[in-house]
């Protein structure tokens, strides 16, 4: 199982980014992925994922109106799209696998398999 993602790079606060993971070795058929990031000096955590029980993609409070989770199952690839950065936003991000995405009560669980390397955003004037 292999993650590659790319698309990080330096933007301007309100500018856009788009993530791009690429899985290879296995199907999106049989994981779903997601997105983690972490920020200097912090923990990693959740971002996105999508829900491969019910469709639904869920997102992380913070990101919620800005972000938007995607794929492209010809491709065996997946999306995030990052509009209207902040400076909070700056970390690496990370995509992963996992066998399911899903809420349980209120709280989103995605527990990864399988993790890419990171891409690194920052958003700065």
């Known amino acids: 199982v292999q993650l590659q993602a790319s698309g990080g790079g330096l933007v301007q606060p309100g500018g856009s980014l788009r993530l791009s993971c690429a899985a290879s070795?296995?199907?999106?058929?049989?994981?779903?992925i997601g997105w983690f990031r972490q920020a200097p000096g912090k923990e990693r955590e959740w971002v996105s994922c999508?829900?491969?029980?019910?469709?639904?993609?869920y997102y992380e409070d913070s990101v919620k109106g800005r972000f938007t989770f995607s794929r492209n199952n010809a491709k065996n690839t997946v999306y995030l799209q990052m509009d209207n950065l902040k400076p909070k936003d700056t970390a690496v991000y990370y995509c992963?696998?996992?066998?399911?995405?899903?809420?349980?009560?209120?709280?989103?669980?995605?527990?990864?398999?399988?993790w890419g390397q990171g891409t690194l955003v920052t958003v700065s004037s």
């Open positions: 999508l829900s491969n029980t019910d469709g639904v993609t």
């Open positions: 070795r296995f199907t999106l058929d049989y994981y779903t």
């Open positions: 992963a696998a996992a066998p399911s995405c899903f809420r349980s009560f209120n709280k989103v669980i995605f527990e990864p398999s399988y």
